[in-house]
């Protein structure tokens, strides 16, 4: 297989690609049809931090399950999308690395489903409670399905897709992008970086982003012992020419 890898050409592997990504999207749209048989129970389920939910237009309920159902899909597809993504990439950079299959699929299923629990049950709620602190008698909250459900969606995906830190960095580790001496001196600018991101991503108050920025800084230093323990190792020819 290594073999018909290296004689790929440039449009071959496009041709690859575009076979992969048709394949994640039809389980995508698998996976979505299926949730959307449970997709009020759904809704219920993560409306649960606000007390009520509106829809302004009448299609805009039906669209909002769509978009759950949607979105659903996606996490569901999760392992597909990730055994795609290796397919395509692990056998032209290291082709003995091939039965690292499964466990890449595992580690960053589970990585993601980590980053995504972690915001729904930890991070949301204390968002919403801050948010809606600013209200007032006067002023009331009046949600809308449809943005209550974007800010959501956005907010599971982003910690989720943030949470493979260290999948990456196993990653770019093996194939010697990186290195953990590399990952120690950018310490002070990865904690820039990681304020930062999680000013970005997360809604405007404290509590989110630091509690975002917390176990993306921690999964900082477990990148660093896991490309210190797995990642490429340096010839001698190469140490010795580093101290030259």
């Known amino acids: 297989m290594a073999d018909e890898e290296k004689g ?12 992969r990504i048709i394949k994640s999207l039809f389980s995508i749209i698998i996976f979505s049809i299926v949730a959307y048989v449970f997709s009020e129970r759904v809704l219920e389920f993560i409306t649960r931090p606000i007390p009520e939910v509106y829809f302004m237009a009448p299609t805009e309920a039906f669209s909002t399950r769509i978009k759950i159902s949607l979105i659903a899909g996606i996490i569901i597809s999760v392992p597909v999308i990730f055994y795609h993504v290796w397919r395509f990439i692990a056998p032209g950079l290291f082709q003995k690395e091939i039965k690292m299959l499964v466990p890449f699929v595992l580690a960053s299923t589970i990585f993601f489903l980590i980053g995504a629990v972690f915001c729904f049950f930890a991070v949301l709620p204390l968002s919403i409670k801050f948010l809606l602190g600013f209200g007032t008698e006067k002023l009331k909250p009046m949600i809308q399905i449809k943005d209550y459900v974007s800010f959501v969606s956005y907010l599971i995906l982003a910690f989720g897709a943030v949470f493979e830190l260290p999948v990456i960095s196993y990653f ?20 820039t970086a990681i304020l930062i991101l999680a000013a970005v ?20 230093e477990v990148s660093i012992l896991v490309v210190k323990f797995t990642g490429k190792k340096k010839m001698p020819e190469e140490d010795s020419e580093g101290e030259k």
């Open 8 to 19: 790929m050409g440039f449009l071959d592997h496009l041709e690859e690609l575009r076979g």
């Open 201 to 220: 991503i997360t809604p405007p108050d404290v509590f989110s982003q630091f509690m975002l920025a917390g176990p993306l800084y921690f999964l900082y």
């Open 172 to 191: 770019l580790g093996k194939i010697g992008v990186i290195t953990p001496q590399t990952l120690r001196k950018g310490r002070r600018y990865a904690v």
